[in-house]
Structures are given as C-alpha cells and as structure tokens.
C-alpha cells in the first residue's frame, strides 16, 4: 500500500501528486531528506504502473520516464515551459513564433531573430511598430501608475518637487517625459497586454533553471522581453488588418464552395487519418473560415507530409488554431 500518494487516478494524478509532495518535502525548501528518498522510491514503483495502464487505455506511445518528469518538477516553481522541447531548434521556435505574432497581432509589427555564441543563443522579439499610442497621457495615470512613474523619476534625481497637487503632479510628469524620453512613459492596458502574451507565449518554450543570487543559470536560451527600454523605440503606424480573400481555393477547388455540405463532425479520409472541421469566423475581418483538425498524433515526418499536401489543397497551419486554415469548406477536397 503507498504511503504517500493517495487514492491515484491517472497517470496524471500520478505526476500532480508528485509535484505536490515534492514542493512540501524537498530539502532545499525546508524538507526531510529521507522522506523525499521514500516518495521517490514510491514514485519509481508506481508510475510504470500507470504509465503501461494509460498506454494500454489510450493507445499513444509515452515517452516519459520517472526520471525526466522528476527533473521538469525539481524546482518548486518549475523551469520547463508547457511547450518546450528539446529535439526543437531555436530556428524552428523562432518560426512558431513569427507565425503566432503575424496571425495575432497583424497591425502590429515585429522583428523575430536568433543569436548564437560559444556557450549560449538568443531569441530577440521585438515589438516594432504599434497601430495605436502605446503610452498613458497624465490624466490617464492611476495610482499605481503614479508611483511607479515616481519611483524611476526619483531614482534618477529627475524629480524636483517635495509636495504636490494634482496639476503639479501631470506637469512634472510631462516635464520629466518631455525632457529624458519613453522610458518614463507607463505603457497602456492594450500595449501591456500584448507585450505579456507574446512574452508569455515565447517563454513557454523555453527552459530556464536560473538562479541570479548565486550567478548560476541554465537556460535553453535568453529571452529579454518584446519590449525592451519600457518601449522606447516602438514607431506608431496606423494600420489595420489586411482583409483576406474568401475564395482562396485553387479554381479547380472553388465549385467547393457553392453547394456547401453541413460540417460533419468527423471525416474519415483515404490516407487513415481522421479530420475534424468546425467552422468558424476570422475575428480580424468577419469572415467565414473551416479548421481542420487531425485526431491521430503524427510523427513529425507524417505531419510534414501532410503539412504539405494541405498546402495543395488550399489551406495553411495556424499555430493559433492548432489546426490547418481552409477559405472555403474542405469537406470534398478531403475526401477526394
């Protein structure tokens, strides 16, 4: 009987439990070291259990071990991203990238490159250009904008006020701008939020077990931020959204669209693998588009293969979507 995981599931109950009992008994936050020794004896037993029993269920093939899923939780905040993985190259993640910011943000515009030295690489991402002001006016500052503003202000011995009204406070602030530049700017909500989910996006591919205090870090490579300088080189240019074609579909392709076939949920197809299509709306411009979604998991030579032959059939992977993109209902043209 296990002594300390209780009442497992799942194989993923198997892992949160773990993750769970490590972050509460590991000696480097306070925990027993013969005790972490018992729940890893416990955990190596139990999770071939689990792991053969979730195979024979499901049919996938895991490749995860004790081992490596010991060493993704070893941290108590953990330091491997939900999409890292390392048989990926920093060219490819810089590709996903560049996909995602052009599908997501296509009025913005970023620069996506790589770097390399002996012991390290680099992904740069940066946030070019904006279709709107990317900073707040002094009348739109809160609070918390307030005294953050104040504190770089003072910091570097650019404000020149012991006690101050509102006004007072708005000149000083524009003064202070005016005269050293954006890095004293507080960047608006809308700005914010695009700036969090790229770096989001791009840091949940990364790994990072860094530890500043002791100059110890262990990266799979340094990110510095899409908006680096609090944003001072980011240009405006309004712009909106390139509005696509409807009819994309090559013109042997297009008699598709004319008597469209309500959306089945699944799709069988000759090649064996099975096609989920929803139809949806493209948020940018309101019009009409179908998702494709494989069921099985594909290798990466399968999904290369069929990667391009969608290409040939009218539609493109949308990282976003986390499906191939068609214009027109695709229902005949995959079956064909």
């Given at each position: 009987m296990?002594?300390?995981?209780?009442?497992?599931?799942?194989?993923?109950?198997?892992?949160?439990?773990?993750?769970?009992?490590?972050?509460?008994?590991?000696?480097?936050?306070?925990?027993?070291?013969?005790?972490?020794?018992?729940?890893?004896?416990?955990?190596?037993?139990?999770f071939p259990i689990w792991k053969n029993r979730t195979e024979q269920t499901t049919g996938e093939v895991i490749n995860e071990t004790a081992d490596s899923t010991r060493k993704q939780f070893y941290t108590m905040n953990g330091w491997?991203?939900?999409?890292h993985d390392w048989n990926r190259s920093l060219k490819e993640v810089a590709q996903i990238v560049r996909a995602y910011v052009k599908e997501k943000y296509p009025t913005y515009k970023f620069s996506v490159r790589t770097s390399y030295a002996s012991m390290?690489?680099?992904?740069?991402?940066?946030?070019?250009?904006?279709?709107?002001?990317?900073?707040?006016?002094?009348?739109?500052?809160?609070?918390?904008?307030?005294n953050e503003f104040f504190r770089k202000a003072n910091r570097n011995n650019y404000w020149a006020l012991n006690s101050w009204t509102d006004e007072?406070?708005?000149a000083e602030y524009n003064r202070i701008t005016a005269e050293h530049g954006n890095f004293y700017k507080i960047l608006n909500e809308v700005t914010k939020s695009v700036i969090e989910d790229v770096d989001s996006f791009v840091k949940s591919y990364n790994y990072s077990d860094c530890d500043g205090m002791i100059d110890y870090f262990d990266v799979d490579f340094y990110y510095f931020g899409c908006a680096q300088n609090n944003g001072q080189n980011i240009k405006i240019v309004a712009k909106t959204a390139r509005i696509k074609s409807k009819s994309t579909a090559p013109a042997e392709q297009k008699k598709a669209t004319e008597n469209k076939k309500p959306e089945p949920e699944k799709l069988e197809q000759k090649s064996g693998y099975t096609y989920k299509i929803t139809k949806g709306e493209d948020t940018r411009d309101g019009s009409e588009l179908w998702v494709v979604r494989i069921v099985e998991n594909l290798d990466k030579a399968a999904y290369i293969a069929e990667n391009k032959a969608m290409k040939e059939r009218g539609g493109y992977y949308s990282k976003f979507k986390h499906g191939f993109i068609f214009?027109?209902?695709p229902s005949e043209v995959l079956t064909a």
């Open positions: 296990a002594k300390y995981f209780k009442n497992v599931k799942s194989f993923e109950d198997l892992k949160k439990q773990f993750r769970t009992l490590l972050k509460a008994n590991h000696p480097d936050n306070g925990g027993d070291a013969e005790k972490m020794k018992e729940i890893n004896v416990e955990y190596d037993a139990l491997e991203g939900s999409n390290c690489q680099e992904l740069h991402v940066e946030l070019k250009e904006s279709p709107i002001e990317i900073y707040k006016t002094a009348d739109e500052l809160d609070e918390d904008d307030k007072e406070f708005k214009r027109f209902d």
